[in-house]
């Protein structure tokens, strides 16, 4: 079961003009860049991120790792790690703000949410980059690049000229590797902004607490939360859209928290202030040529419900493979093209939901009613169970065309006997393979055991006989018949070798 050490792939001809020290360029060390390199990593890749500022940012936001986002750092040995860091919440209250209380028996082992500091797991990705053996360099702003059929060279603002079989921008909404790329980014404009920020306050906690709850019946986008060490986080609307490149000011709480709740609790000492719009905007294709978008970079969306840096990590997740595949020369022709083809729709559809929160969460009349009667059918369990899965992404099925409801879904983390000892499922997957349960005990993964590693006969958790999974969890196979798990094989991760 264990992964063998790949050899790079060969440089290219000695008459190309621009030596290839790496496979992949990565523009961004944000959680999906750093996620993306050490996919690739697991794979052998050789890889450098580039990240365009010197330090990590130096405000502490609270993000939220969402149950897909938990389950994929099982999957590769990282959520020990990561839970170290964090405090678990229950898995509920995710759409609108709409508190519900979590459903019952939701399909996952990881069914919380994880509140962590964003530079944490920012720091805790990368590192597991590095470790993996992934180049880091900071201060390194991407400022230009051109493409040819075998690679692409990348230019610095320095200067400085790098060459890589591959770039992949994952630099943010305001990608520069997407505006160079041409990508049209349609969507729409923020309508809205919200003043986010952490500091003290003169005000008694009582007051704050009445006052919060009061606004809090009709004002989703206003809060003053205790965050420790005598700051509160501050949540309040904007009085209109900014420019987002300059920073709000205390004045600007002030001000806003006076006309909205007729005092600003004597805000002082901000440690930091930021501003976030509802701008929504997918990128019209995930892939030219040599050059792929992940993260922000892709799609944008407002923060409501906590998805952002969960879609990005995930998309980082089905990408790794897939790209490390055809720079180790055994991908089928078109799995890079899946990539878009599966993650694209995911996006679509966290766009749509977020809209329609941001709807919910509008003072007017007619978002308030509709607000009230959603609250109403969100007490039928099938109704939050719903939205739930649809915000914690554990509800995603990719199209792998006609087979039982489990195909083209993620496998839950189950538990799995071997030779009399006990196990976990995602602990299976820390090599970033693919895995073959068979509990037929008749089957084999042939030319592919390079690519796909077989368990044999386990006791398991399972409905069906066998079942083929990728290198990120879902299912690609069901049956018992070896010639059509040969073609699936052959469709997801080649032509078995020699």
């Known amino acids: 079961?264990?992964?063998?050490?790949?050899?790079?792939?060969?440089?290219?001809?000695?008459?190309?003009?621009?030596?290839?020290?790496?496979?992949?360029?990565?523009?961004?060390?944000?959680?999906?860049?750093?996620?993306?390199?050490?996919?690739?990593?697991?794979?052998?890749?050789?890889?450098?991120?580039?990240?365009?500022?010197?330090?990590?940012?130096?405000?502490?936001?609270?993000?939220?790792?969402?149950?897909?986002?938990?389950?994929?750092?099982?999957?590769?040995?990282?959520l020990d790690r990561v839970l170290e860091h964090g405090r678990r919440r229950p898995a509920a209250g995710f759409f609108a703000g709409i508190s519900k209380p979590e459903p019952e028996g939701l399909d996952s082992a990881h069914a919380y949410l994880l509140g962590i500091p964003q530079?944490?797991?920012?720091?805790?990705?990368?590192?597991?980059?590095?470790?993996?053996?992934?180049?880091?360099?900071?201060?390194?702003?991407?400022?230009?690049?051109?493409?040819?059929?075998?690679?692409?060279?990348?230019?610095?603002?320095?200067?400085?000229?790098?060459?890589?079989?591959?770039?992949?921008?994952?630099?943010?909404?305001?990608?520069?590797?997407?505006?160079?790329?041409?990508?049209?980014?349609?969507?729409?404009?923020?309508?809205?902004?919200?003043?986010?920020?952490?500091?003290?306050?003169?005000?008694?906690?009582?007051?704050?607490?009445?006052?919060?709850?009061?606004?809090?019946e009709t004002n989703k986008r206003f809060w003053l939360r205790p965050f420790g060490g005598g700051a509160y986080s501050v949540v309040v609307p904007a009085a209109g859209v900014g420019d987002r490149a300059e920073p709000p000011t205390l004045?600007?709480?002030?001000?806003?928290?006076?006309?909205?709740?007729?005092?600003?609790?004597?805000?002082?000492?901000?440690?930091?202030?930021?501003?976030?719009?509802?701008?929504?905007?997918?990128?019209?294709?995930?892939?030219?040529?040599?050059?792929?978008?992940?993260?922000?970079?892709?799609?944008?969306?407002?923060?409501?419900?906590?998805?952002?840096?969960?879609?990005?990590?995930q998309d980082a997740f089905n990408l790794g493979w897939k790209l490390a595949a055809q720079i180790r020369g055994w991908a089928p022709e078109t799995l890079l093209d899946t990539y878009q083809a599966e993650r694209h729709p995911v996006a679509e559809d966290v766009l749509d939901n977020t809209r329609a929160q941001m709807e919910l969460h509008s003072t007017e009349p007619g978002p308030q009613a509709l607000r009230r009667l959603l609250t109403e059918l969100m007490d039928i369990d099938e109704v939050n169970r719903r939205l739930i899965e649809k915000i914690t992404a554990i509800g995603i099925r990719y199209d792998f065309g006609d087979g039982p409801d489990l195909l083209g879904r993620r496998l839950r983390d189950i538990d799995i006997d071997i030779d009399v000892a006990q196990g976990h499922l995602y602990g299976l997957l820390h090599h970033g393979r693919g895995l073959l349960l068979d509990r037929t005990a008749h089957l084999t993964v042939g030319g592919w055991s390079d690519r796909v590693d077989h368990l044999a006969d386990p006791t398991a958790a399972l409905d069906?006989?066998?079942?083929?999974l990728r290198p990120d969890g879902h299912v690609a196979w069901i049956g018992d018949d070896q010639q059509d798990l040969n073609d699936h094989l052959s469709r997801w991760f080649g032509k078995p070798a020699n």
């Open 251 to 313: 004045q600007d709480f002030k001000q806003q928290l006076r006309a909205i709740a007729g005092t600003d609790f004597g805000v002082h000492s901000p440690r930091w202030l930021s501003r976030f719009g509802d701008a929504t905007r997918l990128a019209e294709r995930y892939r030219v040529g040599r050059v792929l978008l992940a993260g922000d970079a892709a799609h944008i969306h407002p923060p409501t419900g906590g998805q952002g840096l969960n879609l990005g990590v």
């Open 119 to 216: 530079p944490v797991i920012v720091r805790l990705l990368e590192e597991h980059a590095v470790q993996l053996g992934a180049q880091v360099r900071r201060g390194c702003a991407v400022a230009g690049f051109e493409r040819d059929d075998e690679g692409v060279t990348v230019d610095l603002a320095d200067g400085e000229q790098l060459r890589a079989r591959y770039l992949v921008g994952c630099d943010g909404g305001r990608s520069t590797v997407r505006k160079l790329l041409g990508v049209g980014f349609p969507g729409e404009p923020s309508r809205t902004e919200t003043l986010m920020g952490e500091m003290e306050v003169g005000a008694p906690p009582e007051e704050i607490a009445a006052k919060v709850t009061e606004i809090g």
């Open 1 to 78: 079961m264990n992964s063998p050490q790949f050899t790079a792939e060969p440089s290219l001809s000695d008459a190309d003009p621009y030596p290839v020290p790496y496979d992949v360029i990565i523009a961004g060390c944000g959680p999906t860049g750093a996620m993306l390199a050490a996919e690739l990593r697991l794979h052998d890749v050789r890889v450098l991120v580039l990240e365009k500022e010197t330090e990590p940012a130096p405000f502490v936001r609270i993000v939220g790792l969402h149950i897909r986002s938990l389950e994929l750092m099982a999957m590769r040995g990282l």
């Open 464 to 468: 069906v006989p066998c079942l083929l």
